[in-house]
């Protein structure tokens, strides 16, 4: 037995020297506590403390961490929500001991407060400014929390609001309300459409007569100047003026017999075929202006009369 005591020693204090040595992991610091009491902060790495003696108490991230808070209240148009509020923070760096002892649970404490804000500026919103104003909660959340938890020894980097959840009925109201907008928008567009469509239409119309109006009076004049040629062309070689006239008629009334034989489909139109129709229109409108130059002749007489009475 007494062979095997120095072993047995040895084997002791190298259990002791190996409970004196623990390691630290990358971003993490351990608290270290002797016979109860804050000793020191030790950082990533290999460590040594006095064996028996002193304690690893816990062990504190260093990281940046994230808390996500759910949050249900209601707005100032009575309609209640489920707001999502993600909390960025970390432990400042030489707080490490204030981080550890001084809160018990920092996700609660974190956790009240968003609560208390979140349910502070909500219910001062309508549900459409909970969507627009979502920046301005989160800057809130992050004011007050920073403020608070600072003399805690963390640091809040960030506060996001990351999601907005009404009721499942004002949702569908509010895609009603969105989807009727929209159709209005698009009936208006619409309106606006036809209704260029048709001063359009009508400026074209109203253009395709002008220059069709012009066609026409072109055309007029031009056969009057042709008119006019032709009795002067005729007058050279001892026509006058009366028979060159029933000439051209003749000639017209055949031209225009022609035209309408030459042409398929066209309606059955009964004019006079016989040589002396052209003579006949000519007498005719002859008389008709000659009526109606003496009837002129008489107005004119009678007006004349009755003023020098």
């Known amino acids: 037995m007494e062979n095997y005591l120095p072993l047995i020693i040895a084997v002791i204090v190298f259990l002791i020297l190996l409970n004196g040595i623990f390691t630290v992991k990358q971003q993490t610091v351990a608290v270290v506590e002797r016979f109860g009491k804050f000793v020191a902060i030790r950082n990533a790495g290999l460590k040594i403390k006095i064996p028996i003696v002193d304690r690893i108490v816990g062990r504190i991230s260093m990281r940046i961490l994230q808390l996500d808070v759910n949050v249900e209240t209601k707005t100032k148009d009575d309609v209640f929500v489920k707001l999502k509020v993600s909390v960025q923070y970390k432990v400042v760096r030489g707080r490490e001991k204030d981080a550890f002892y001084q809160l018990d649970d920092p996700n609660s404490q974190i956790t009240s407060y968003v609560f208390d804000v979140v349910r502070a500026v909500v219910p001062k919103m309508k549900l459409d400014f909970v969507f627009e104003k979502k920046d301005d909660i989160a800057l809130a959340v992050k004011?007050?929390?920073?403020?608070?938890?600072?003399?805690?020894?963390?640091?809040?980097?960030?506060?996001?609001?990351?999601?907005?959840d009404p009721d499942e009925e004002v949702k569908n109201a509010m895609n009603r309300i969105n989807a009727a907008e929209r159709k209005k928008v698009a009936a208006q567009f619409e309106g606006d459409a036809e209704r260029i469509l048709i001063v359009e239409k009508a400026k074209a119309?109203?253009?395709?007569?002008?220059?069709?109006?012009?066609?026409?009076?072109?055309?007029?004049?031009?056969?009057?100047?042709?008119?006019?040629?032709?009795?002067?062309?005729?007058?050279?070689?001892?026509?006058?003026?009366?028979?060159?006239?029933?000439?051209?008629?003749?000639?017209?009334?055949?031209?225009?017999?022609?035209?309408i034989g030459s042409e398929t489909g066209t309606n059955l139109i009964l004019l006079p075929n016989t040589p002396q129709a052209g003579s006949d229109?000519?007498?005719?409108?002859?008389?008709?202006?000659?009526a109606s130059n003496q009837i002129g002749e008489a107005m004119k007489k009678a007006e004349s009369d009755d003023k020098s009475k």
Do not use: P, W
Request: hydrophobic content about 40%; cysteine-free; proline content about 0%.
């Open 143 to 164: 004011s007050e929390l920073n403020e608070a938890m600072i003399n805690y020894g963390y640091d809040i980097i960030k506060a996001l609001v990351t999601d907005i």
């Open 205 to 259: 119309e109203a253009q395709s007569k002008r220059l069709q109006g012009q066609g026409i009076a072109d055309q007029r004049r031009e056969i009057a100047k042709g008119l006019e040629e032709s009795v002067e062309v005729l007058n050279t070689v001892g026509i006058n003026s009366q028979e060159a006239s029933a000439l051209i008629v003749v000639t017209q009334h055949y031209d225009t017999l022609q035209s």
């Open 281 to 290: 229109m000519l007498n005719n409108m002859v008389a008709s202006f000659t």
